[in-house]
Structures are given as structure tokens and as C-alpha cells.
């Protein structure tokens, strides 16, 4: 039989792959399943996807398309009809006008991250991404040998990024700039004051593109809206939006996402998917399709069960000992400030699962800047959010 390890030896892989990161939140989910396997009764508090089921019509939609025989190739760029319902999507949500010829269908939200972040980094250049904020983009950054650059995201401006603070970090060696908002994992929301400030800003920078994630774009809370970046025209020749199925449709298992590229990257990308991916599944494609034209209620339901439950795990994550919790204004996380408890964030975030059965997340897995923080999805049950945070309670009163 191969000896593997010594093999393993010989081989010379290259060094961006022993530069790719992980995102935490697949290793607790592992861990919880395995605790869960040996009997323990854990809530799971950590993974960033809705509780919800995809809608009905929304998997008849592709289960007909297999019936149909689609089950070939599409375009590598996604099929026409799912792209021109992104872009009747855009048109609606953000009053603006996008081409079908500028839409890439993908598979997933990352897979946008992976093509813009590899599309502008070297050795020698620099990326800019918030901190806290997806661990993917830090990870990939690293990945291309270009220097990340955290944009740090400070609670006193309620999560939201700081135009200022933002410019000042843009060198001549910049090449992407990457935004999110409503951000995971703070659930910040960024004022369109704000992103008015960065774009103007941005003006005298014009050697730096801008990718940004929107894929919480319509979980929005008490009357906050969210603004596009493509609002502003004077940045759309440089401009990379990132959006998807996974998360407004209950769709991560779909591996369903859209972006919206410039005219001069479009190729660059499409050309990215013929080598990688082909194309989205077909199916999956015309599941997206009823997604975005078919009844948004399902849609509805899920974001008024996220409102409640988020009012819930602010109210009870405040009443906990020496914690305090901002009010999120999206997505469908909160994240607590810890710092006064005395533990470490990821150690915490490690004793509640282990001990108490909760699991959450440590901010520090979220960046340098996430220490002091954990953070919570309340994509979970308002009972099971009820009992979580009575083990914490418990724990908390057990070790301060
Ligand atoms: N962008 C942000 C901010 C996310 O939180 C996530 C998933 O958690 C993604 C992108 C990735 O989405 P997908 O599962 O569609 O790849």
C-alpha cells in the first residue's frame, strides 16, 4: 500500500494553498453534529444559514426543469432567463438598471469572491476587507501572496464601516476594495450617508476596484434600508456585486449566487467558470428563476420570525452577566460584546459547546478585531434561542 504521510513528503504543493484559511462556523457545526451523535442536546447557534425550508415552488420549479430535460450544460455565464430575473430583481429592489450581458450566475456566493479576490491579488499588492468580517475573504487574500489590509469595523459606529477611516488605508498598491453590508457577523448595517462619503472618496482613487457583498441585501430591520452600491453610477465601471439564493431563499444547499460585473471583467470571469465550473446546475438555475419571480411571502415570513427573534437575543443577551449586546439592524446575527466577562472570545465559545451544549461562534475567527465578541445566529427556533441563552446565563453566573 502507498505510504501517504511519506509521500506527502515529496510532493511540492504551492505555498497559497498552505496560506488558505477555513471558516469556523463548518468546524463547529461538525463539532456540535458529533456531540449531538453522542447524546448531548446541543442548539446550535453558530451556522450562518435560515432554519427555514426552500419555498415549495421553489423545488417544484426544479424538479420540473429535470422533468423537462434540462439536465445539459448551460452557458458558463448562467442561462438567459435567470439572469434577465436578476436583473428585473436589481431593477425592483434597486432602481437601477443592470444588462443580462453583466450577470454571472454562480455557484454559491463564494465562488464571487474567489474570482474577484484572485482576479486583482499578487505578491505585492493590497486588498482591503472589514475586520470583523467572512472569514473567506481574508483567507483568499492570503491565497493570492497579496497583502490583506482589515478595514476595521468598530462597534461605537453600530457595525457599519467608516468612509474615513476606509480612504485612509488606500495606498497606490491597492487593488480591491471589499464591503458588506448588511454584514456578517456584526448584522451592521452601513448609512447611506456613509457609502455616499466612500464613494465620493473613492473618486480620487481610481485604480481600485470595489467588490461588494450584498447577499443580506434584504434583511433589513426597524426601518432601516439597504443602499446598493450600484446606486452610484460613477463607481459602476469598477464595481463587483456580490448576491445569491442562499440566504433571502433558504437556498445554501442549491449552491445558487449572481454577481454583477463590470463591462471590462465580465469575460475574465465568465472565462474563470468555463475552466472551473462549466456552469451552475441547470436545474438549480430555474429553481433561481421561480425564486425571484414566484410569491414572495415564504420571504415575508422568514424575515418577520428573524425581526422577533432578534428583538429576543438582544433583550436576553443584554440581561446576561457582564454582557452587553448592540441592537443588529441586519442579516440574522448579533454579536455581543464579551470583553467584561474575562474569558477569551473563542475560548468561551469552546466551554458553551462543550459544556453547556450551545453552540456559537468566537468574533476572533471573524478577524483580529472580533476579539471580545461571539457571535450569535439567531437563524434557530425562539424556544431554542429561549434555552440557549439560559445555558449561558447558567455558565456565565457559574464562572464570573
Ligand atoms: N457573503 C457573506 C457575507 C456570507 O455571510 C456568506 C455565507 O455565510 C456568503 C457570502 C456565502 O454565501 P454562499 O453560501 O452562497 O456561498
Redesign the pocket.
Known sequence: MRNLRENSKVLKTVSGFDRIGE?N?FAVLARATKLAQGGMDVINLGI??PDFKTPQHIVEAAIKALKDGHHGYTPANGILEAREAVVRRTLSLTGTEVSPDNVMIM???????YAAITMFGEPGTEIMYPDP??P?YRSMIEYTGAKPVPVPIREENGFAFSAEETLALITPETRLLII?SP???TGGVTPKAEIEKLVKGLEAHPHVAIMS?E??DVMTYDGETHTSMLQHPEIRDRLIV?N????TWA??GW???WSIWPDGLIDMVRKLAVNCWSCVNAPSQFAGIAAIDGPQDEVAKMLKAFDQRRTRVVELANALPNVSCAVPKG?FYAFPNVTKTGSKAKELASDLLEKEGVALIGGPDFGILGEGYIRISYANSLENIERAMKRIDKYLTENS
Open positions: 471558516e462556523a450562518g444559514q455557484p454559491g456566493g463564494k465562488p464571487t469572491m468580517g467572512f473567506i458588506n454584514a456578517n457577523p457583498d447577499i443580506y456580490l445569491g439564493w442562499s440566504k437556498m445554501t449552491r445558487m449566487g442579516a
